[in-house]
């Protein structure tokens, strides 16, 4: 198949996702085309079938806001018609769906009917959509792609919820590449981090306010207080000002790295014991697999997707939002080594039914049906 896929070019988990899609697709042989403003974080390899092509955003200055959308839509119409592509595919739903029916109804003025697929993640229903000031787009583009998928069952619940959406929501989970993320020996690493074997917790997020950063940080506190540990923070963001005083305020900043924003997140994971994820929202919560992947059991919230994914007493715990000292006694059960090595084997259990190999076939059957129903 020729499949254009249009994302966030960010390290967003919905970009990530939409990369290594891109990636899988194209090493069994489908032609993809990347649509996006800059080069997508983790299209990083060569691949006779990988194409990326830019959206090109003109200024005026009239313009307070640059029409991007617009850009996007025309930039689809052109590659469909010069590719020849049999499907687009888009991630995360504003303002890739909306500008994905723009390029619909131009492209059937020319005599091309090209099927939509619009992947919803997260904050696109969740958040941002449910804004009043997105609401009725958000709904008219869902119910107006081709196919919808969610990464989630709490998602597709929660959209059909909210919104008001009359099309089928086919839930394909987000998938992790067990080949990049596994544990890998890095015991020197391990050794420079924590020379008196302390525990290692770690957090990755876009320290926005949804990931309640402050909850790893009180947690980590109070783990601190019991165990010798140290807590590793990966990702920047909005929060992480606040979040370095609050370090100092608990009098623990000799024990909390902040690595900001990393490639090989995997390194770091391929160390840990136990992964902390609090959040408000989550549909699905990838970082949790990533970490899942290398052997690294969670202690999270119950938002969203999560319990869909981290399986409570088994891979770690699942605790409501905000329930601080339940995560704590948590966190010191899992690592309590009588109990860490089952916890860890257990994750990696668990993250093996998200294999890329597994997840890969059922986007294929998907654009298939999509297709053919056309
Ligand atoms: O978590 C974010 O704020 C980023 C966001 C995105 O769209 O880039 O992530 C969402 O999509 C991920 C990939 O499907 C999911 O794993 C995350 O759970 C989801 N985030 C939220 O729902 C808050």
Redesign the pocket.
Known sequence: MKIGIVC?P?F??????ATELGKALALKGHQVHFITYSQPARLDVFNENLFYHEVYIPTYPLFQYPPYELALASKMVDIVRFEKLDVLHV??AIPHASAAYMAKQILRTKGINIPVITTL????I??VGKDASFEPVVTFSINQSDGVTA?SDS?RAETYDFFQIEKDIEVIP?FIDLEKFRRQKKEHFRMAIAPSHEKLLVHT??F?G??RVEDVIRIFAKVHEKIPSRLLLVGDGPERPKMEKLCRELQICQDVRFLGKLEAVEEVLSIADLFLMP?E???????A?EAMACEVPVISSDA???PELNVNGVTGFVSPVGAVDAMVQNSLYVLDDAHLPDFKANALKRARDFDIEKIVPLYEAFYQRVISEQ
């Open positions: 966030y960010t967003g988990g919905s970009g990530v996702v991630h995360y993640h997260g904050t696109d969740t958040l990464v998602l987000n997020s876009n926005r949804v990931k959040s929202k989550e549909s699905f919560g990838l970082a697999l969203g997707g999560i």
